[in-house]
């Protein structure tokens, strides 16, 4: 798993912010693949010149499972664009492009620094297959959540106020799907989706239910999730994604999350204003204001960037219309009583007014919210971009100079819905290893994760220093892995392989004796089949849960 040969980085200026470590020059030692406070080091690294950062983090992403399988079968032209990863003999091959494959995946993310990832949306219906393909994922630990606000057992318990059972329920699927975390993707709407039909009003029962709301929903959920303790809370997705005028239910559900924590989900797509496409606008300052006030919730960006990609998410009924605007292909899946699937192959263009406003308010939410341990740097990859496209993230938020040149190739139209022109900030080197590190480590709840003190895994990204930052960021100099080198000069060295991360809440046993007869009734699936066997997890590491009551 690790090596068992010591090594210092010696020379280097550090940024761990979590240990208040800010450019200063000093060494790194790592023995076991932990960082020690001092070492007879076997090798010795010389970083001088260069930054050293604790691992990459990223806390949203799609990497693994049907849904993305889905989404490169839908898109032939993109892998006929890039170039094809061939085998060598240390890196299995596979495609890059908007949707890498599973090993490629492992490469790349370790190629930019970073060595853990949270697959964020996984049906418990196929976390098995997802697991599959998390294991040839090689290099990142691996964290993920399972998508539990559309899944029909759990509304009906949350609709008769049985949210005792509720709880159990929830960490028997945990359990079962072998998941990390509880994600929320617009509830109530996916699974009135089944029926044509989605829940944009956050106070009206949710079309097929006689009572239930998406409010009642997220409350219950975020709820649930901190009672059973879980280290991350929900993870949610609001409802209304990408629509106009959705920055108001986002407000309103902040408000409804007071008294939990909470994880809001690429924010971008749900801070636009306007009535419809000809009015849209940018609701970047209103959003961001009140998320300032509201220090139990976390959140990533969700940015977009210019280019070809494909778009998919769980929310179904968004999907569609994205079909309906855009003429493209469109593709549709339903996954029985839990939730559902959409994927649309997609362009951003800088001179389309409603895509000029996504890529300024990925941007402005970045430089509006004032605490950069509360905002993590992602694409919702392959929504927004590719997470390979990370590198020029950080070049926008770094150099206003980079934004404005980006800015003059917007239409006038678009100019006038945006506040970003007016954002001079500046990330520092600091504030971009709490982005990319630090913050989403503490936020998955991951300890060991985002930061290089006594303890800590030794996932360390060692970048030249270059005032070209896209430049710096995509090709870092060294990258290790639980101590092992496995990047050196831009090359793979080594591809070692990755942890799952889990939890094991606690439930009664009795609650299988309640699944038990609705799993014969209306799955197709049968109940013992279901749960996904521990021994299918690569190097599966369980951490802990406190439960509160
Ligand atoms: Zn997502």
């Known amino acids: 798993m690790h090596g068992n040969s010591t090594l210092r980085i010696t020379g280097g200026k550090v ?21 020690v406070s001092g070492v007879e080091a076997d090798r010795t690294i010389d970083a001088t010149g260069m930054v050293v950062f604790p691992g990459g983090v990223d806390v949203h992403t799609h990497v693994a499972g049907a849904a993305l399988n889905f989404a490169r079968a839908m898109i032939p032209e993109d892998h006929r664009r890039n170039v094809p990863f061939v085998r060598t003999p240390v890196r299995r091959g596979g495609i890059g492009g908007a949707t890498p494959t599973t090993y490629v995946t492992g490469y790349l993310y370790a190629g930019l620094g970073y060595t853990t990832v949270n697959e964020a949306a996984v049906p418990i219906l196929s976390a098995r297959h997802t697991h599959e393909e998390l294991r040839d994922t ?3 630990d691996k964290t993920c959540c399972v998508l539990m606000a559309n899944n029909e057992i759990l509304l009906d318990l949350i609709e008769q106020g049985e949210l005792e059972r509720a709880r159990h329920v929830m960490a028997w699927n945990i359990w ?47 709820g649930l999730v901190d009672g059973l303790g879980l280290p991350h809370p929900m993870h949610l997705h609001c409802n209304n994604l990408g629509a106009p005028g959705n920055f108001s239910t986002t407000l309103e559900t902040m408000k409804l999350l007071e008294g939990n924590r909470a994880h809001l989900a690429h924010l971008q797509y749900h801070a636009y204003g306007g009535d419809d496409w000809t009015t849209m606008c940018s609701e970047s300052v209103k959003v961001a204001e009140e998320f300032n006030t509201r220090g139990n919730l976390t959140t990533d ?22 079909y309906e605007l855009t003429g ?9 009583n839990e939730t559902g699937c959409g994927v649309v192959p997609y362009v951003y263009k800088e001179k389309n007014l409603v895509n000029a406003i996504q890529w300024a308010v990925g941007l402005e939410l970045l430089l509006l919210i004032n605490d950069p341990w509360r905002v993590y740097l992602t694409t919702d990859h392959p929504n927004g971009a590719a997470f390979w496209r990370y590198p020029e993230i950080i070049q926008l938020l770094m150099n206003r100079d980079v934004r404005r ?15 970003l022109p007016e954002l001079d900030r500046e990330y520092t080197l600091s504030e971009i290893a709490i982005i990319t590190s630090a913050g989403p480590a503490r936020a998955l709840g991951l300890p060991q994760k985002g930061h290089l003190g006594v303890g800590a895994d030794a996932d360390v990204a060692i970048f030249n220093e270059n005032p070209d930052r896209a430049q710096m960021f995509a090709y870092p100099r060294y990258v290790l892995k639980g101590g092992e080198v496995v990047i050196e000069e831009g090359e793979i060295r080594k591809a070692v ?41 690569e190097h599966p590491e369980i951490r802990p849960c406190q439960p509160s009551h």
């Open 328 to 336: 493209r292909k469109w593709g549709n899946l339903d996954v029985e």
């Open 405 to 419: 040149e980006q800015l003059e190739k917007l239409t006038p139209k678009a100019l006038k819905r945006i506040v």
């Open 138 to 140: 090689p290099i990142v």
């Open 301 to 322: 960006a969700g940015v977009v960037l210019f280019g070809d990609t494909v778009t998919v998410t769980a929310d179904g009924p968004w999907q569609h219309l994205l």
């Open 15 to 35: 940024y761990d912010p979590a240990n208040g470590i800010d450019g200063e020059i000093r060494d790194v030692c790592v023995c076991d693949g932990r960082i």
């Open 176 to 222: 079962a799907a072998k998941a990390y975390g509880v994600k929320a993707v617009n509830p109530g709407g996916v699974a009135a989706w089944k029926w044509g039909k989605d829940a944009k009003g956050l106070f009206e029962p949710v079309p097929g239910y006689s009572k239930v709301t998406p409010a009642q929903i997220i409350s219950a959920i975020a």
């Open 497 to 537: 392989e990755g942890k799952g991360l889990l939890v094991r809440p606690a439930y009664d046993e009795e609650v299988n004796e309640f699944l038990r007869p609705l799993f014969q009734q209306y799955y197709t699936m049968s109940f013992d089949n279901y749960p996904v066997e521990l021994e299918r997890i």
